[in-house]
């Protein structure tokens, strides 16, 4: 398996910024496909961007000029820049290896997700 770990979350105000890490096992990551899910209570997961292992990058378009997908394949890590944050972006976020999709059923690894909390 590939172990996926998320930090960075926490609780911020409404127009804030917060940016989240994914990292992951060295050699078979920088082959990978990722991407961010995020999981609001009482909604089901729903994609948020997705970055290829070649940097291709595929965006929701609710967060297209908000949110910037990026990954550092030498560190083994996945990055979610989240600008203007709003209170309707409170959700848990989870990171996910797979191929390149915005279908969270297409995602065999996961990690365990981080809880951004933004109040207004």
């Known amino acids: 398996q590939v172990p996926l770990a998320e930090s960075g979350g926490g609780l911020v105000q409404a127009g804030d910024s917060l940016s989240l890490s994914c990292a992951g096992s060295?050699?078979?990551?920088?082959?990978?496909?990722m991407a961010w899910f995020r999981q609001a209570p009482g909604k089901e997961r729903e994609f948020v961007a997705a970055?290829?292992?070649?940097?291709?990058?595929n965006i929701a378009d609710w967060v297209k000029g908000r949110f910037t997908i990026s990954r550092d394949n030498a560190k083994s890590t996945m990055y979610l820049q989240m600008n203007s944050l709003k209170p309707e972006d409170t959700a848990v976020y989870y990171c996910?290896?797979?191929?390149?999709?915005?279908?969270?059923?297409?995602?065999?690894?996961w990690g365990q997700g981080t809880q951004v909390t933004v109040s207004s």
């Open positions: 970055i290829g292992w070649l940097y291709s990058t």
């Open positions: 060295g050699l078979i990551f920088s082959q990978l496909d």
């Open positions: 996910a290896a797979g191929p390149m999709s915005r279908g969270s059923d297409d995602y065999t690894y």
